[in-house]
Structure formats: C-alpha cells, structure tokens
C-alpha cells in the first residue's frame, strides 16, 4: 500500500481517527506471516465510511503486525490496555447473582447470550481459502453432531437451503443476513454461501452460526428475560465444545475475533426490549446506556432500526472484563431501564 488514503469528513470509525501519516508510515509495508497485509486490514473502513471501527485482523498476528493501529482502537472501544493487563475468563454461571428485573414480563421479550470463536491453527474468516474454510466446517459439524441433551441438534447448510426458510429464520431473529457490506470489503463473504450454515436444537434455544464474521457464533436465546438460564446454556455448550475444540486465544486479547470489538469475552449478552416511552426521551436513554455501557441496536441487529419502540440492548465491552461482568453489565442497565420506563 503506497498512498496514505483519503479520508473524507464522512469516515467517522476509529480508523480514520488513528491511522494517522505516522502510523501509516509505520505499517504500509508491513505483512503478517500468512501475507495479511494493511490494505486488506482496513479496506472494510474506507469502502465504508459510516464504519463505526472500520478494521479486521486476519490471524493473531495481525494484532501484533499491526498494533500501532489496533491498540489504540482496541482501547478506544473497551476501556483496555494490553501492555497494562491480562484478560480473564469466568463463565461460571453461578457466580451471576440474579434477580430478574422484569418479574411481571411487561418489558422483556426476550434475552441472548452470544460468543465469538475461531480455531486456533486456522486463518480467519478475511484470509482463509475456500478449502480451510470447509475444512472449518466439517470440525465443527462433527462437533456439534456429538452434542446430546438439549443441544442435541442439527445442522442446515446455507448453500441448499430453500430461500423462504432462510428468510423465516432471518425474521425471526436466529439467522445472520446475506450480503453484509462491511464483512464483503473484509473478505469475508468469499465463496459465499458454501462453507455457511447454521446448527440447532429443535427449539430453537442453541444456535451455533458457522463460517459467518467469525468461525463460530454460539448463541444461546429464549423467550423473556430470564438472563441466566441463557447464561448456563451458553456456557454447558461451550464447555462441551471446547472439549474437541481448540480456540483461537491470547492471554492479553482473550479470545481472538476478527473484528477488534469482539476479543475478549466475544460475549455479546442482549436483550429486546419495549422502551417506548424511553424511545421518545433520547437523552435519558442514551445516558442511562452509556453509564451501564449499553449499545442500542435495532431489533433486526446491527445496523437495523428500532420498530415500535422496541430494541435490542446488549453489553458494548468485552475485553478486559470477564463473561459474568459482561451479563452483570446488561442486568443492571436493563433494571435501570425499566426503572426509568416505568416512571412515565
Ligand atoms: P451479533 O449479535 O452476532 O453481533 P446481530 O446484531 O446482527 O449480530 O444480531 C443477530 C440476530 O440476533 C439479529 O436477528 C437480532 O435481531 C437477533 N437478536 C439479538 N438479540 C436478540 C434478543 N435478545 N432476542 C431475539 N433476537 C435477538
Ligand atoms: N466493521 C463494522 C464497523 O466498523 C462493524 C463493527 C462492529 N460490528 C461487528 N459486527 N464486528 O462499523
């Protein structure tokens, strides 16, 4: 890459505000092991300018290659120094204390715990070939064919899935979206759909995305609000999949995603939730979120928009604290949301 690019006033993600001329210097030549280079980690932001962070790694490496630019990122996102401390991991569900904050089921439809996780030994999705890439597949599917219990499930590849029963599954909040601009400029949506597709149980309560942003989405969801119970699903099956698993980790990043925002815990712990009068009072909302480190997304997920007045309100930071702290961080917001929702 010869040419510092051109931000516009429009590029507002965390790379047009940390790649300067000196970094850029610093890094245009420089390549990862694997030949994951700079162009490739921030072509996502400058096709994009709307990015919000605007970078993707291609391997472990490309957080060390490159960390004169993902470090300050990665601090601006989750509050974390990686040359000050370690990351660490609980996933111990017990150790969550518990009440839940929506005991009339008046405000919470329903509540997800989602984890991020690539293979060790393996590129990630924005420098895999197509042939480690279904190789990725047939791992995890072998793994997750073993599950037993309420996990026990199946698994549906994209490539021969009817279209009006991958619409349905996308409408009712279980499927990622095809076609995803940020992930395309990443590279991530190479050979799409092959190498795609979803497993789950009967009903719908584990749900393991394969070969999307991240190799593997785990995902735990049900109805209404009860956080914990979707806590100890999510960590019985990661503990059994880890069992056959290696996973990508880092002892200072936790567990490594492509995209910067999901290292750590990749823990993203949601909820839908109807906030109609807090959607008219945009001010209070966004300060109670912002004091519980909330995110608000649209209830069809990221880069959607709210439908009345429902929406979708997850923990923003994943690194540097642990799972536990995670799910803490969304009960508490949540009960002060419903605090203040009941107030009107
Ligand atoms: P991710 O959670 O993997 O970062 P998205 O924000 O795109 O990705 O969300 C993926 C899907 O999960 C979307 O359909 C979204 O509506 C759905 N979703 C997220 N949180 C909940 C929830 N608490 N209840 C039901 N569906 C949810
Ligand atoms: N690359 C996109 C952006 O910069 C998404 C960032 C966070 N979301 C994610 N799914 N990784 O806005």
């Not at 590129?123 to 791992?139: N, W």
Request: overall charge neutral.
């Amino acid at each position: 890459m010869n040419n510092f690019p051109k931000f516009t006033a429009k590029h507002t993600s965390l790379l047009a505000k940390h790649l300067n001329k000196t970094v850029f210097e610093q890094l245009k030549d420089k390549k990862t092991t694997l030949g994951f280079s700079l162009q490739q980690a921030i072509q996502s932001g400058l096709d994009n300018p709307d990015s919000g962070i605007g970078v993707y790694a291609g391997d472990l490496e490309s957080y060390s290659t490159f960390a004169a630019l993902f470090d300050p990122i990665i601090k601006s996102y989750h509050h974390f120094d990686r040359s000050l401390s370690k990351h660490t991991s609980n996933l111990n569900a017990d150790d969550f204390n518990y009440n839940n904050p929506d005991t009339n089921n008046e405000y919470i439809l329903s509540t997800r715990i989602r984890v991020g996780r690539n293979l060790a030994n393996y590129p990630l999705g924005t420098a895999i070939s197509k042939t480690q890439r279904d190789e990725v597949e047939q791992l995890i599917v072998n793994t997750l064919n073993n599950l037993k219990g309420e996990l026990k499930g199946h698994y549906y590849p994209l490539y021969d899935m009817a279209d009006e029963t991958r619409e349905r599954l996308i409408k009712d909040h279980f499927l990622f979206k095809n076609g995803d601009r940020f992930l395309e400029s990443a590279g991530l949506n190479r050979d799409w759909p092959t190498g795609r597709g979803i497993f789950h149980n009967q009903s719908k309560t584990f749900l393991v995305w394969i070969n999307e942003e991240d190799q593997l989405r785990i995902i735990s969801m049900q109805k209404g609000g009860d956080i914990k119970a979707t806590f100890q699903r999510l960590s019985l099956a990661i503990a059994q999949l880890e069992q056959q698993l290696t996973f990508m980790y880092d002892e200072r990043l936790g567990y490594i995603s492509s995209c910067p925002t999901n290292l750590g815990t990749a823990m993203r712990a949601s909820v839908h939730i109807a906030l109609p009068n807090l959607a008219k009072n945009k001010a209070q909302f966004e300060a109670i979120t912002n004091k519980y480190h909330l995110q608000i997304r649209g209830v069809n997920g990221e880069h959607s928009s709210s439908e009345n007045g429902i929406f979708d309100i997850s923990n923003k930071r994943r690194l540097g604290i642990n799972e536990v702290q995670c799910v803490s961080d969304l009960h508490q917001g949540v009960a002060a949301l419903i605090r203040a929702e009941s107030s009107f």
